[in-house]
T-cell receptor
Framework: LAKTTQPISMDSYEGQEVNITCSHN???????ITWYQQFPSQGPRFIIQ???TKVTNEVASLFIPADRKSSTLSLPRVSLSDTAVYYC?????????FGQGTTLQVKP | ETGVTQSPTHLIKTRGQQVTLRCSSQ?????VSWYQQALGQGPQFIFQ???????GRGNFPPRFSGLQFPNYSSELNVNALELDDSALYLC???????????FGPGTRLTVT
């Protein structure tokens, strides 16, 4: 069973900021939180990873509260090309356990 | 730097047959993981290989087996194919223990 829960789908408009929240109530001490993006008929692509507080890279930010039972992926100013499935994963040792993911639809 | 490649791109097999899928890892990576992705579902972890040894396995039966070669390329073998084995098979390469895995484009397997 996946160790994460996230919304099945979300809609947004171009130029908006999108926040996707993931629940992981049973996260273990050694677990990291990782987000992947997947386009149809392609392999997933790594977006960002974090352990606690806030992590930012050139494409996204990841917010993790102190209890680490949830995390929020923030995509600034989305475009149509950000339409994809977004997966939140927790785990250790590099073995990725994917859930259902969140299908983000960006509209013009 | 060469990315992860997989072959073949598509494959059609008959129930009961055997299949071998191949993956070439990204330069510098010593770990290969295999995933099965059914239509509309997230990828499911099959197993991981590190330096030619299996380093973890998901909830898949023994008829799913693998190999990793000295150059870190890998094969996934599936025996006694079943209809439910129809899926996209993804391979990902990385450095051991690192979450940033680089996925190939996948092999679409159809079992009839």
């Amino acid at each position: 069973l996946a160790k994460t829960t996230q919304p099945i789908s979300m809609d947004s408009y171009e130029g908006q900021e999108v926040n996707i929240t993931c629940s992981h109530n049973n996260i273990a001490t050694n677990d990291y939180i990782t987000w992947y993006q997947q386009f149809p008929s392609q392999g997933p692509r790594f977006i960002i990873q974090g352990y606690k507080t806030k992590v930012t890279n050139e494409v996204a930010s990841l917010f993790i509260p102190a209890d680490r039972k949830s995390s929020t992926l923030s995509l600034p100013r989305v475009s149509l090309s950000d339409t994809a499935v977004y997966y939140c994963l927790v785990g250790e040792g590099g073995k990725l356990i994917f859930g259902q993911g969140t299908t983000l639809q960006v509209k013009p | 730097e060469t990315g992860v490649t997989q072959s073949p791109t598509h494959l059609i097999k008959t129930r009961g047959q055997q299949v071998t899928l191949r993956c070439s890892s990204q330069s510098g990576h010593n770990t290969v993981s295999w995933y099965q992705q059914a239509l509309g579902q997230g990828p499911q972890f099959i197993f991981q290989y590190y330096r030619e040894e299996e380093n973890g396995r998901g909830n898949f039966p023994p008829r799913f087996s693998g190999l990793q070669f000295p150059n870190y390329s890998s094969e996934l073998n599936v025996n006694a194919l079943e209809l439910d084995d129809s899926a996209l098979y993804l391979c990902a390469s990385s450095t051991l223990g690192i979450y940033e895995q680089y996925f190939g484009p996948g092999t679409r397997l159809t079992v009839t």
